[in-house]
């Protein structure tokens, strides 16, 4: 039997309430008013709802991607455990948050788990925010690397994560690259060479093709993007600030080697 209920729309409730009761008031001009009220309400409360569930996607899809990496080398260490417990600390998960955390960590480690299926719904959410999704991919890098280094099996899966988020694979390597030399400089050694030019735009998110006009719009696009508050104020932690401030800091050095090898200003 064919279900004929009527449902209303939730982005509709505040228009119609603040409607019906400007009417009631007084009247045309005021069901107006009474409307243009309700649909500011609507607005906000899709905003936080928009923000509640990019949050929500967010930690779920990362852990389970989590989970997956560490896994992938055929077991999860005590180190990567431990690095898993740190992370949710210094993310600031709540009780509920963390106990989703924690299963969604434990799904990632099954063998049948669909890291590209799980990834979709996050990448819908976020196709128009490119920075979030380079943030996500970065954090499993790190903790990729959480037991000392980055198998090949756990590089395999953060290359299918980059390919699921739609990440260019030259942006991978420029992130793998910026561990490589952080944990170089870490052990206190010289740490790898000076970056190549297509290392710095892949940074950027170009490639050799590119423009000094479009190293230029690409640089004002992405520190604009990864401008902390920004992030915060997609219902991240302040623990994302801190990485958005390194993201922001490599930007400006390859901006700035760019300029320097290309002879522009």
């Known amino acids: 039997m064919a279900d004929n209920s009527f449902t209303i729309p939730r982005n509709w409730w505040g228009k119609l309430i603040g409607g019906v009761l400007g009417m009631l008031k007084g009247g045309f001009a005021s069901l107006v008013v009474g409307i243009l009220i309700g649909h500011m309400v609507d607005r906000l409360i899709a905003g936080l709802y928009s923000k509640e569930r990019l949050r929500r996607l967010f930690f779920n899809a990362l852990f389970a991607c989590l989970g997956h990496i560490n896994k992938a080398d055929g077991r999860v260490s005590e180190a990567e455990i431990r690095s898993a417990k740190e ?12 106990a989703a955390a924690i299963e969604a960590f434990n799904h990632g480690k099954q063998a049948a788990f669909d890291m590209e299926g799980e990834l979709q719904e996050f990448l819908r959410f976020s196709r128009t925010r490119p920075d979030l999704r380079q943030m996500f991919l970065e954090v499993l890098l790190d903790g990729a690397s959480s037991d000392g280094d980055i198998s090949p099996p756990e590089q395999v899966v953060l290359q299918r994560a980059a390919r699921a988020l739609q990440i260019p694979p030259a942006m991978l390597q420029a992130m793998f690259n910026a561990f490589v030399n952080a944990r170089a400089g870490n052990a206190g050694t010289s740490g790898s060479s000076t970056p190549s030019e297509s290392q710095d735009l892949a940074v950027l998110g170009l490639d050799a093709r590119a423009s000094d006009q479009d190293v230029k719009r690409a640089y004002r696009k992405l520190v604009r993007q990864y ?21 922001v800091r ?10 320097q090898t290309r002879g522009f200003k």
Request: proline share 5%.
């Open 250 to 259: 490599d930007i400006n050095l390859a901006y700035d080697r760019l300029k």
């Open 87 to 98: 992370l949710m600390r210094r993310l600031q998960l709540s009780e509920s948050e963390r």
């Open 227 to 247: 401008h902390p508050d920004r992030l915060v104020s997609q219902g991240l932690p302040e623990e994302m600030m801190e990485r958005a401030k390194a993201r």
